[in-house]
């Protein structure tokens, strides 16, 4: 049967109802999938190596004849078929475990070639299960699939083996000339790319490395260039928005920095005046506020905040938690208090009849702030006119809830946007993931903050750090103890909230007081819980990760984390960024029962660095983009993600190539781009 690029899978020949499953499994529905359907890696059998030259550990190809071959059951009764190659130069041994067919169809006299690694085992050096071609008669190297050249390796499932894909992809060659290429002359022009069919075909059947690179490097660019076109386009259509101009007032501005007990960091003036300068638009901001636990950014959201009530509109500050909520609740009073701005928060736990006042004055335009949590957002809450959103440590706020803003004020206006995160995302990923939002980052923290000691704590000194501990709570401070569970379970020796708790109030710390929280409690126990703790009523404060962000308690200046290995780098600093925030020298303890060499890797990075971003790329490389950033682990876009930060430089050149093109062009002239872009528009629209 002929096939073409989009016929379906199952109609190339030897693909029946079994093989049609695994080849779904990979993502493989139509033909055009096989052929973009690339190697994981590429085995360099080009060369054929002379018996006596071959070395332990290499990979390499071998022309012999079969100078032995035959059958032996494993003392489990696995059949493992050995054979002796030999060619002019000596001898080598090759086995192949449960294939006892290979007996059959490889005869002793016959000529092949072997692809493999020589290995050291208990049977002395061999190939183990090498990939291996008969060399025909009249074949010469050119003919050959699976041996003598660089060799395609694919991602395997079970029972479709490369061997299968190679043979099949083969038999589709001629197909791949006929596949268009979607990228425009002038973009291929300025990133220095080559054409796509003769990257595909390179892909599969590169002839040298050189050539591989080439055709690599257009397939990176091409996802980057039209993952950048579906931000940039989603960016455009923001900008159709109608915002309210929120002009700079200098004279309020001033009083409001004059006001504050502190001075400003360098980076905290400058990511004011880009937001403030944001905001006397006409289009809506959407800017994302970067910066590390501790670093100011409450602050520096309250100052456009204050303008926009000065402006006679209003602001919703949301966060992810009751508990935060409250918290900036406090600080927006503490920090606006003398400007005469309403400010109100609106939780689950306040009375109905509290509510609905709170409500009615919100839709009236009494209130000019309003903090509370996600629930603010619910279409049956009225603004008068909402002209900010200020949205915190909530990076997954997607693009749904974005589409609620272009509709919570009714007369068309949409309000401007700032979310801000303490989860550091390296710039690169930020342009790409994030690449519709302009990004403002506190690079600095404020001064007079102490660095917090960081130690591994082994099991067997657990009781010192226990005395130190009790010294320090003797001397008035607080602790966090942070375990990775809520209550007991199955997972053995993994430390609970509850239990721990349990444990230090009965045990060694039965003379302090020691609180719980987690995520469990209803929402006015968890508020007592945080709020004896502030008030000093609880020495040491039992909690599961739902401290992780933003609570202020300046007096706690020892973090002990339990189980430390189940937390990711990033979230261990959040944790630790929790301490070192008042006058009092800070302590971060790590246990882990895990002494894994990745788990020492892993925390021996927390111990010798202090910074978020740093902390942040480690965690890339360990648990993927996905993890970092909230969004859905998908294979596709974490691994690209992967690439793009190891490759900064070409990210920025790519988003340049694509911003010129997309200024000068319609894309939705151009057909086949648009669908491969609108491939990329759920990817963007991530965040
Ligand atoms: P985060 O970025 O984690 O949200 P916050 O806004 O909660 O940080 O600020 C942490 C603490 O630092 C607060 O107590 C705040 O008052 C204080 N702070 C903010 N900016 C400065 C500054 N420039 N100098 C000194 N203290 C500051
Ligand atoms: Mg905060």
Redo the contacts with the bound molecule.
């Keep these: 049967m002929t096939v073409n690029l989009n016929s379906k899978i199952s109609d190339l020949d030897g693909v029946g109802p079994s093989y049609l499953k695994k080849l779904e499994k990979l993502g493989i529905n139509t033909i055009r999938d096989l052929l973009f359907y690339f190697p994981r890696r590429w085995d360099d059998f080009s060369k054929i190596t002379p018996i006596s030259n071959i070395k332990v550990g290499e990979a390499v190809s071998v022309k012999g004849v079969i100078w032995e071959i035959n059958t032996k059951k494993s003392r489990k009764g696995t059949p493992v078929t050995e054979a002796i190659i030999t060619d002019d130069t000596g001898t080598c041994k090759a086995v192949w475990f449960n294939q006892p067919w290979l007996e059959k169809s490889l005869e002793k006299g016959e000529e092949i070639f072997l692809a493999g690694t020589l290995e050291f085992s208990f049977t002395g050096a061999s190939f183990v299960s090498p990939v291996f071609e008969k060399v025909h008669e009249e074949g010469t190297i050119e003919d050959l699939r699976h041996v003598g050249k660089i060799i395609p390796v694919y991602s395997e499932t079970d029972g479709l083996n490369s061997k299968w894909l190679r043979q099949k992809i083969a038999g589709l060659a001629k197909l791949v000339y006929g596949i268009k290429d979607h990228l425009p002359e002038s973009v291929k022009d300025d990133l220095d790319l080559i054409e796509l069919s003769a990257a595909i075909r390179t892909m599969h059947y590169p002839e040298n490395f050189d050539e591989l690179k080439k055709a690599q490097k257009r397939m990176f660019y091409d996802n980057f260039f039209c993952l950048f076109c579906a931000v940039l386009s989603n960016k455009k259509e923001t900008e159709k928005n109608k915002s309210i101009v929120i002009d700079y007032d200098e004279k309020i501005g001033k009083e409001f920095v004059e006001s504050?007990?502190?001075?400003?960091?360098d980076s905290?003036r400058k990511s004011a005046w880009q937001i403030l300068k944001d905001i006397s638009r006409t289009y809506p901001m959407n800017r994302l506020l970067e910066?590390?636990?501790?670093?100011?950014?409450?602050?520096?959201c309250a100052m456009p905040a204050l303008m926009v009530a000065k402006k006679g509109y209003q602001t919703v500050i949301l966060a992810p938690t009751e508990i935060l909520a409250r918290?900036h609740f406090e600080?927006f009073k503490?920090?606006l208090g003398k400007f005469e701005i309403k400010i109100d928060l609106f939780i689950g736990a306040q009375k109905e009849s509290e509510k609905k006042e709170i409500l009615k004055n919100l839709k009236e335009g009494e209130t000019q702030i309003i903090i509370g949590t996600h629930a603010l957002l619910s279409p049956d809450i009225k603004f008068w006119t909402l002209g900010l959103v200020v949205v915190?440590?909530q990076h997954r706020f997607g693009v749904e809830q974005r589409e609620v803003l272009k509709k919570i004020n009714e007369n068309g206006i949409t309000p401007h946007f700032l979310s801000?995160s303490?989860t550091p995302i390296p710039r690169t990923l930020a342009i790409t993931v994030f690449g519709d939002l302009e990004i403002s980052t506190?690079t600095e923290m404020?001064?007079?903050?102490e660095k917090v000691s960081t130690f591994l704590i082994a099991p067997e000194k657990r009781r010192d750090g226990y005395k130190f501990i009790d010294e320090q709570i003797e001397k008035g401070r607080q602790v966090f103890v942070i375990c990775p569970l809520v209550s007991a379970s199955d997972k053995l020796g993994v430390k609970s909230a509850e239990e721990e708790a349990k444990r230090l109030s009965e045990g060694i710390f039965k003379h302090r007081k020691v609180g719980l929280v987690h995520g469990r409690l209803k929402t006015e126990e968890k508020e007592k819980v945080m709020k004896d703790y502030k008030d000093g009523k609880i020495d040491i404060l039992v909690s599961t990760s739902v401290i992780e962000?933003?609570i202020?308690i300046?007096n706690a200046n020892i973090m002990l984390i339990e189980g430390a290995e189940r937390f990711g780098l990033a979230q261990l600093h959040q944790f630790r960024?929790r301490v070192g925030?008042g006058e009092h020298k800070s302590y971060c303890f790590l246990f882990t029962d895990s002494d894994s060499e990745i788990t020492m890797a892993r925390l021996d990075a927390l111990l010798k660095s202090e910074n978020g971003f740093e902390l942040a790329e480690r965690d890339l490389e360990i648990r993927g983009p996905g993890e970092l950033l909230g969004i859905k682990q998908s294979g596709k876009i974490d691994d690209t993600l992967l690439e793009a930060i190891k490759n900064p430089d070409s990210i920025h050149k790519i988003r340049d190539v694509a911003e010129k093109y997309l200024s000068g062009n319609n894309i939705s002239e151009n057909q086949i781009l648009l669908e491969k872009v609108a491939e990329f528009s759920t990817a963007a629209k991530l965040e």
């Design positions: 504050l007990e502190f001075t400003l960091t905290q910066g590390d636990v501790g670093s100011g950014k409450t602050v520096v918290q600080s503490k920090l915190d440590e801000m303490a506190l404020p001064q007079g903050r962000v933003g202020d300046p960024g925030r």
